[in-house]
């Protein structure tokens, strides 16, 4: 699927006139020398020929979905949450029933020019209220009674990925969602540590010195491999990304940063599929309104730099940004001015050219809640995922989720 | 017994061997050898923190069945900072203890009854649990860990009342624990998750059997029918040949090869069947002249604990900031205490990805030798080690603040000649081309030399 996606893109640049061709491969260093013969070329294509990218945000511990997309019409709010609801005064109003937590004003920027589509009430049968346990489900995109060692973006590369660098998760280490049965994504918070940690000549000579005969399938051979796939990517991702640097200013914190980090990656023309971050902390069962106010204006605030450093450079239109939590939080909020684990929650989807701009579909019921006082889910979250893969990526969700999901029409 | 075989055995059923305890052994039998490995497991020695400030939380409580949050919230604090503690301490019984076999057996138990809880007293209570059972009867084993504290919470067997059956526990008893998947219906897990209602523990971690909500009733499982309690269904459960195979082959995978051999299985079965007894089948398994064939010789992929543990054995290495050892944990992809799942650690080739192998190779350099390799070339001056060694100290050597004891391995290493040191520290078949590039370095001393080779893709082997 890459191969012929390249293949597609160096042949509609070779019906390209001959002089601006010659031209931009002056810029490669040698003009007969293929790989950069065909790496200026995919530059070039990367960002004029709509190459699209996914960007993952999880909310890790639980956002409470209640108080981010607030229901401020409806007295049953009111009701259960007699100290913790969010004052009508203070609620951001999207329209006569719906408003968004005060930390989330640069979200109403975006859904004002139609850039933000808020599905409701997105979760799965048999729901699990374990953090952990969600987690994974989310991230395999399983059954809630089925365990999986793959995630759903690692096994997007396993059949469509080229290289590791086809998806980065901007962390430290590599979620679940991240890893495929035979690929696993990049993780890396910085380029050039990553980049340093790889590049002692002693490996390179090893590299060099490798001796392919006696490297066969053996876990041994895998290992010498996997060193010289991690030193090119290393490689690949530094030197790409170093020649590209944001004027766009960014909050000073860490989600901050991984964001800055993402957008270096999109808008130096890495040739990345899929970006992965998380910001954590939203487990909040105790005094939640200051908890949720400092994430979700770190979040908002985040996202507002994030998306209009890639307006600038113009790459924001071949740019989709999800953002999922592992579960919402029960209605009822508990006795120590917090909630507690809930079930479904709501996901923002963020991007240029939505085709179901503002609220996808209406809220939750709060008054038809399952045994536990918590939401029912209405959305299945692996449909987002069946559409995005669909849609967006343009691949066979199928072989990424291992069965069929209703597509939505979102975008 | 050779050489080979005594380090074979130490990499599988321990960390490997160094050079000073080789040759103590190397005069004497492969039984005497087997033999002593499990007379020094014969002892528990439980592994403790010190939990008294939690115990004393328990104490003081005058109604023990509602803690209010401030004291949750106390106590998860306590529970956190000492799950770190008891972490490191499990590093250092690994990295240096006479019941060697017993404790690899802990790590290998660990990763098939996958457990994780908050909570210290019962997790603290849960390993100790693995730690007694590891040579045991395998009945008693499975029966012990279903009335753990840790796991009626971890899969829900406290939730689990005859009025509102949860089948989490039952389900992965069966799928993970004793049968694997495939070998049940999901009736006889409906079935059996009755057998378990009532199962439940006390705040000090202690099993509580709760009559109220047990089902009293015939359940039918495996095509029998009775009033069947928890152990009746483990009980029943052990009667299928499939459990003793299912154990075995996980056995075969951790300490023989990840490839299974029929032949070696249907041996262990037969011997592990009789009585389940886990002590007997692992000589057994380790007795046998398929252990030692040349296939199963290096060709396992260490996992990260077996690569930390190895390296502080060769060179004894002290974190000052312990939160640093447990970071290199999480980077390398294997927090003890921290499974990703119920079905734990894949394991083999699903430790590596780019992150890991890069780290893998560059962490001998950077916990022992401030982070440099030497390069150099057969003709060129010693000397020049040290200048390039400071350059290196200052641009990336002081990333892990340890301390290390470079003397304790140059003793154990002093009658080995610095060609010969390979054979200690690599257990596979060093490539060829690497070889070639080897022997073209400089072996300025037993240190350099150890580092060049900790820092090849063949030390990831055991």
Known sequence: ?411 | METKNIQHLYRRIGFGILPVETYKLSSKSKKVIINNLFTASKKVTPLEVDTSEIKEIFRSMVDIKKIDPDTRRKIQKISRKKQIEFNIAWINRLSNTPEILREKMVLFWANHFVCEDNSITYIQQFNNTLRKHALGNFKDFVNAISKEAAMTKYLNTKQNKKQKPNENFARELMELFTLGVGHYSENDIKESAKAFTGYSHNLQGEFVFRKRTHHEGDKTFFGKKGNFTGEDIIEIILEQKQCAKFICEKLYRYFVNETIDEKHISAMVNVFYKDYNIERVMRFMLSSEWFYDEKNIGTKIKSPIELLVGLKQTVPTTFKNPKQLIYIQRLLGQVLLKPPNVSGWKGGKNWIDSNTIVLRLKLPSMLLNNAYISKLKQNEASESVNTEKELFKRKMGNRFNVKTNWKYFNNQFKNVKIDAIENHLIACQINEGTKAYLSSLKKVSKQEYCIQLMSLPEYQMC
């Open chain 1, 1 to 411: 699927m890459y191969t012929t996606y390249v293949v597609t893109r160096i042949s509609n640049v070779l019906i390209m006139d001959r002089r601006k061709f010659l031209k931009q491969s002056s810029l490669a260093s040698s003009l007969f020398f293929v790989p950069s013969f065909v790496r200026a070329f995919e530059e070039v294509a990367s960002n004029k020929l709509g190459y699209k990218r996914l960007v993952i945000i999880q909310l890790s511990g639980g956002n409470d979905g209640l108080n981010t997309v607030i229901p401020y019409r409806n007295d049953l709010y009111y009701k259960e949450r007699p100290s913790l609801a969010i004052k009508e005064k203070d609620i951001i109003k999207l329209n006569d029933e719906v408003g968004l937590n005060p930390s989330l004003k640069p979200l109403k920027k975006l859904y004002d020019k139609g850039y933000l589509s808020i599905i409701n009430n997105v979760g799965y049968p048999n729901p699990v209220r374990s953090h952990f346990r969600s987690m994974d489900i989310w991230q395999t995109a399983t059954n809630s009674n089925e365990y999986s060692q793959s995630g759903w973006l690692g096994r997007y590369l396993d059949n469509f990925g080229k290289q590791p660098y086809s998806a980065i998760e901007i962390d430290e280490s590599l979620s679940l969602a991240m890893k495929g049965e035979n690929v696993n994504a990049i993780a890396t918070q910085d380029a050039k540590s990553f980049y340093n940690l790889s590049k002692d000549p002693y490996f390179k000579n090893l590299s060099k010195h490798k001796n392919d005969a006696h490297l066969s399938e053996h876990n041994l051979g895998y290992l010498y491999k996997s060193m010289i796939a991690a030193e090119s990517s290393a490689k690949y991702i530094f030197e790409t990304s170093k020649t590209y640097s944001s004027l766009q200013e960014y909050p000073n914190n860490k989600f901050g940063k991984q964001l800055k980090t993402t957008a270096q990656f999109i808008n130096s023309g890495l040739k990345t599929k899929v970006f992965y971050t998380a910001l954590g902390g939203f487990d909040t069962h105790v005094n939640q309104i200051n908890t949720q106010k400092r994430l979700l204006s770190q979040y908002a605030d985040g996202i507002e730099a994030f998306v209009q450093d890639l307006i600038t450079n113009n790459t924001f239109k071949n740019t989709l940004i999800l953002t999922f939590s592992e579960f919402g939080r029960r209605v009822k909020q508990n006795a120590s001015i917090g909630t507690d684990h809930g079930t479904a929650n709501n996901i923002f989807v963020i991007g240029e050219n939505l085709k179901k701009q503002g609220f996808y579909n209406n809220m939750a019921s709060l008054s038809d809640l399952d045994d536990n006082g918590d939401l029912k889910f209405e959305i299945d979250f692996r449909t987002i995922y069946a559409t995005v893969l669909n849609k967006w990526l343009e691949v066979d969700d199928k072989k990424v989720l291992n069965r069929s999901f209703t597509q939505l029409d979102f975008i």
